[in-house]
């Protein structure tokens, strides 16, 4: 289950907290002195050592920020970063920081919903990966290696430089780091064929507290499994990871149509519920509803985005659809063939035309403030449910909100609870993505209280007994009791 991992790391972060009140108060020195010391290549290190004197010491820490309710300044920050350009730079930072007693945060993409991958209420150092993004396909065999540092995109470039029909299943968002990613599971649009990123994992390198570097031999096979979708941070520094590559046909088939509420939008979604999650594997269909102002009458309304990847061409889509769900009415000219590479492009976000290169980028298309949560849920809801939603969604102190339904089914339905830490298969229709975004800061605490309530709107019709969540979409509000404190009492493993 998700929510012990949350727990468990919360009950590190307080070990952490016990144990650094105990540590020298000379521990940041300390450390720079023992980084040198344990540097073969002092210039090589020095060149990668950030201290708040550093004058690009804020702009290192603020490149990878992907929400920015964390980059205020009374959000605490860290003492070193380091942007390691070696394997053993990151040995050497793992060992010193023990020996004097320093947390280390480990950042990858920098997505963490929670800043945990730059931010600590304890004194901190930063291993930023972003230097250690080395990438290397073996067509033949069809497996990668992939270095901790590289970003979801960079990865499906490189793949696409060397084969049409080699692909990776994992996220869609553009900058999303597979350091972070790949540990807590890791889906995309060919969730329904292949599973998870972390499904498709071999191997691993990964310095453990002692700075060994382990691989999938030396790690032994409990730390190689719970690696594979037990969450980030939780068991070392993963270095890199050797993957298997599948297979997509040269041409496939993307579609996005909109039905706002007067289109009938709460029939199709309470239809795609029992449709979506049996469909053929070579077919996802996900809803993203917004709340949008109507092109017609100006006034609020809420749009159901259907948005599609099929792996074929579009006349076997259409037939499928005719078959199984004909009353969302796709027509060919809602459709577009491409390559699997296009697809990632669009679903990136990024408009058509675009040259693959934009993907090899790590700079996103733009930066928000957010808070997310999610619900995994067993049996369809009824319609009354979403109807009654809508009154949330027009409240005035939200503006941007939306709501993800990513189907089930196929191969997840098929992989073994247990195969990995991640547990959500058979038995879960779909998925629940929330999120509320915004532009300005004093808008914090209007817009989080807004999804606490909508969470607790949800409760009935979602996962029980635990009510799941996704660990990639980690929320710290699972951590805290009734009266809004963290509660490590309620921390017990195997909940
Ligand atoms: C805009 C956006 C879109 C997203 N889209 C998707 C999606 O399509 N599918 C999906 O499954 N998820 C998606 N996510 C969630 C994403 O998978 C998680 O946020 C993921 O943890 C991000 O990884 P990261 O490396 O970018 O983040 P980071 O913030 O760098 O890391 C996240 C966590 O992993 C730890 N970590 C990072 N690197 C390592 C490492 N090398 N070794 C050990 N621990 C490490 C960090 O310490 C932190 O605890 C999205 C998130 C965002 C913000
Ligand atoms: C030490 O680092 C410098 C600068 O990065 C590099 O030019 C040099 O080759 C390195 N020397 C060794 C022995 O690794
Ligand atoms: C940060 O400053 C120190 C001290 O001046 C210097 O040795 C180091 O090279 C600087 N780091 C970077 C990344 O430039
Ligand atoms: C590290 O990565 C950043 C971002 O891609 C890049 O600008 C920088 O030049 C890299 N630094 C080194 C030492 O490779
Ligand atoms: C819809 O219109 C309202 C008021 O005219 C405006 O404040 C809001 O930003 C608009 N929303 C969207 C999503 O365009
Ligand atoms: C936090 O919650 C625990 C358990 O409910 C309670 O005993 C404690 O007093 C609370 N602490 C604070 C600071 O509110």
Redesign the pocket.
């Known amino acids: 289950m998700e929510t012990p991992s949350i727990s468990q790391s919360l009950v590190l972060i307080f070990l952490v907290v016990i144990f650094s009140e105990t540590a020298h108060s000379d521990g940041y020195h300390g450390f720079l002195r023992c980084l040198t010391l344990h540097s073969q290549n002092y210039s090589a290190i020095s060149d990668v050592v950030y201290t708040p004197d550093n004058s690009s010491y804020l702009s290192t820490l603020q490149f ?1 920020i ?2 920015l309710r964390f980059t205020s300044s009374t959000t605490p920050r860290p003492l070193v970063i380091i942007t390691p350009v070696l394997e053993s730079q990151v040995q050497a930072v793992v060992l010193c920081a023990k020996e004097n007693g320093m947390q280390i ?9 929670e ?4 931010t600590s209420q304890v004194p901190f150092v930063v291993i930023d ?1 972003m230097n250690l993004s080395e990438i290397t396909i073996d067509v033949d065999r069809r497996t990668a290696w992939v270095q ?2 590289a ?1 979801i995109d960079q990865l499906y470039y490189k793949i696409s430089h060397k084969s049409r029909t080699l692909a990776f299943p ?4 553009p ?7 790949f ?6 649009s060919l969730l329904r064929k292949y599973g ?2 972390a499904d498709n994992i071999i191997d691993a390198r ?1 310095i453990d507290v002692n700075g060994r570097v382990l691989d999938r031999k030396s790690m032994g096979k409990e730390l190689l499994w719970a690696i594979r979708g037990g ?9 890199a990871r050797k993957l298997n590559l599948v297979f997509v046909p040269e041409t496939v088939t993307v579609f996005s149509v909109d039905r706002i509420l007067e289109q009938n939008a709460i029939e199709l979604i309470y239809r795609w519920q029992y449709v979506a999650p049996s469909l053929p594997t070579d077919l996802l269909i996900a809803i993203s509803i917004n709340k949008v102002n109507s092109s017609k009458t100006g006034e609020k309304t809420i749009s159901a985005s259907f948005s599609s990847l099929f792996l074929g061409h579009v006349y076997r889509l259409l037939e499928l659809l005719k078959q199984s769900f004909p009353e969302l009415g796709v027509e060919t000219e809602d459709c577009t063939e491409v390559t699997w590479i296009e697809s990632a492009i669009l679903t990136g976000g990024y408009p058509t035309g675009v040259s693959p290169e934009v993907l090899a980028s790590r700079t ?1 298309l733009t930066n928000i403030y957010f808070k997310a949560k999610s619900d995994y849920v067993r049996e369809p809801i009824p319609k009354i449910g979403f109807q009654k939603l809508w009154k949330l969604f027009y409240e005035k102190e939200v503006d941007m909100v939306q709501m993800n339904f990513i189907s089930y089914g196929g191969r997840m339905k098929e992989i073994p609870e247990s195969a990995i830490p991640f547990p959500h298969r058979a038995g879960n229709l779909y998925k629940f993505h929330y999120i509320v975004y915004w532009n300005e800061p004093q808008k914090d605490a209007s817009n989080i209280n807004w999804i606490r309530r909508l969470y607790s709107y949800m409760a009935p019709y979602v996962s029980k007994f635990p009510r799941a969540a ?1 660990i ?3 929320d710290l509000d699972l951590g805290m009791n009734n009266e809004g404190n963290t509660s490590y009492a309620k921390a017990s493993i195997g909940d």
Request: charged content about 5%; overall charge positive.
């Open positions: 990878s992907r929400n945060r480990t950042r990858s993409g920098g997505h963490d919903y800043g945990l991958s730059y990966l901790a540092g970003t994992a996220g869609a968002c900058t999303v780091g597979v350091g972070g990613h540990s807590g599971g890791g889906y995309g998870l990123a990964l969450g980030g941070a939780s068991f070392g520094v993963i270095t996103p996704y990639n979409y980690i």
